[in-house]
């Protein structure tokens, strides 16, 4: 599975023509990430990105934001693992809720206070976790070798190291970063989902 995650700052021409490629393409999922937009320009954008993917059936996730999620009526929501907990009881209505993890403990809590599935991360160096040190594969296979739930892998994945991802056994990958620079999004998500779908089949 492809789970795309937006960055509009990435993006070099208008993002809303860009996020319509990708959403053409057919992602399992696209991550409405944004987190510079202050409440009322998240809404907004929110409301134009959900009605390009109403057009092309594919689910969007609020990220952060419940209130805006449960307004808006969208039944997915990404959230930190602090919001997550914070908030575990307030999900109501929401029939797919992930949550970014980056600790085993972390993934072992959101397994146990019913989060559907995981974004482990960062796996490799990064721009936008530059002065973080990547937390590697190994790290990722021991999470999924002890929790249930979907796991999806983010951070500096891309069509060179996609396959090192995979053989972890996750479920899927998270893009952002070689998505929003793409000058070509469509065939690129294709480009992974290629590789995603034939890695699953051998």
């Known amino acids: 599975m492809l789970i795309v995650v937006t960055n509009k700052n990435l993006v070099k021409n208008d993002f809303l023509i860009h996020i319509e490629e ?3 393409a057919k992602p399992f999922k696209i991550i409405l990430r944004e987190k510079e937009l202050n409440r009322s320009q998240y809404y907004n954008l929110a409301k134009k990105v959900i009605a390009i993917s109403n057009r092309y059936n594919v689910e969007i ?8 999620g449960k307004s808006l009526n969208i039944e997915s929501i990404h959230l930190p693992f602090k919001k997550f907990i914070e908030n575990k009881d307030n999900l109501d209505g929401f029939k797919s809720i992930g949550v970014s993890i980056h600790s085993l403990e972390e993934a072992k809590s959101v397994e146990e206070n019913n989060g559907d599935y995981i974004l482990v991360g960062h796996i490799f160096k990064t721009q936008s976790k530059k002065n973080l040190p990547p937390r590697g594969l190994k790290f990722l296979k021991e999470i999924k070798t002890q929790v249930k739930i979907p ?8 069509l060179k190291t996609i396959n090192s991802v995979l053989k972890t056994g996750v479920d899927g990958v998270a893009i952002m970063s070689d998505l929003m620079n793409s000058n070509d999004p469509y ?12 890695f699953k089949i051998r």
Do not use: E, P, T
């Not at 996730?61 to 805006?68: L, S, V």
């Not at 065939?187 to 034939?198: F, G, I, P, Q, S």
């Open 22 to 24: 990708i959403i053409k």
């Open 61 to 68: 996730a609020i990220h952060n934001n419940i209130g805006i």
């Open 151 to 158: 796991i999806y892998a983010i951070g500096g994945i891309n």
């Open 187 to 198: 065939k690129k998500v294709l480009k992974y989902k290629n590789v995603v779908h034939d």
